[in-house]
């Protein structure tokens, strides 16, 4: 199985993530290994760095470069792209135009939102929603992640109705730690309204860009080819600018024909929402 993924803490020394220079090599042949084909990093730009965006572009903008010219004196065979974690506040629904398309996945109108964990609040989704009339695509990233979420799935249908792109975590859905969390993003892939699964790796030991395992899940519990739409058709979209396919349409015709999609409480609702096709405008 192939993989794109588009959700990474790579570069090293820029975030969280990738520690030094050596963990990024570590986790680009990890990449590797498990058939990652491309890689676009994904730093985080924080609340605080909202406030001087710029420079921390400046700063990512020359890491990655460092990180492409790595990846071909190693002759790695991975194709690296560039966007950021934006966490979203409403400042950022102020700062121009030239800076936000910066801030998008290798120059795409797609965008990785993220919302905060602890101050939660209705208006965030609005805003995220709000967002797509500055032209870009927002992808909410990780969702499970939100108690609020959990709490009532309907905000996140909300955002899926509003042509709002949804990420879940690979990780999310390995069942070792966080049982609830890993139940909740498989509800959530079989009710169709997760576009993409990433691995939103942030090391080489624990947070590890291997998505194969999830792959696996997905595939058994829905299907091989509904698992290649999340990590690899969609994603690919993605970095080629072009509109993705709603998972709805693809699970509903595997629903007619596999039993074990049985209805859950997600269904019904999803289905509703996806009454029709979306794409991208
Ligand atoms: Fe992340």
């Not at 002759?75 to 409403?90: D, S």
């Not at 939100?146 to 109705?161: H, K, Q, T, Y």
């Not at 892939?189 to 790796?201: L, N, R, T």
Request: hydrophobic share 35%; with cysteine; aromatic share 8%.
């Amino acid at each position: 199985m192939k993989f794109v993924d588009i959700h990474t803490h790579i570069l090293w020394e820029v975030d969280d993530g990738a520690k030094s220079k050596e963990m990024t090599e570590n986790m680009l042949k990890t990449a590797v290994d498990s058939g990652t084909e491309t890689i676009v990093a994904t730093p985080h730009m924080n609340r605080d760095e909202n406030k001087d965006i710029s420079e921390t572009i400046k700063k990512v903008k020359k890491r990655f470069r460092e990180f492409k010219a790595l990846i071909k004196e190693r002759e790695v065979n991975i194709k690296p792209e560039l966007g950021y974690e934006v966490y979203f506040t409403y400042e950022l629904m102020r700062i121009e135009n030239s800076l936000l398309s910066e801030l998008t996945i290798d120059g795409t109108t797609y965008i990785l939102v993220e919302l905060p964990f602890e101050y939660f609040s209705p208006t965030l989704v609005e805003g995220i929603i709000e967002l797509r009339k500055r032209n870009v695509d927002p992808i909410l990233v990780h969702p499970e992640r939100v108690r609020e979420f959990r709490e009532n799935p309907l905000l996140l249908a909300d955002l899926a109705n509003n042509d709002v792109v949804v990420q879940v975590n690979s990780e999310s859905l390995i069942d070792d730690t966080d049982t609830e969390k890993a139940r909740f993003a498989l509800r959530l892939i079989k009710s169709g309204v997760v576009h993409i699964v990433a691995s939103d790796c942030h090391d080489d030991k624990n947070r590890i860009p291997d998505m194969r395992a999830a792959y696996e899940i997905v595939a058994k519990e829905t299907s091989p080819y509904f698992a290649e739409l999340l990590f690899y058709e969609n994603p690919k979209r993605i970095i080629e600018d072009k509109p993705i396919t709603e998972p709805s349409e693809v699970y509903y015709e595997i629903l007619d024909n596999k039993s074990k999609f049985s209805k859950s409480w997600f269904i019904d609702m999803a289905g509703k929402i996806y009454s029709k096709l979306r794409g991208k405008k």
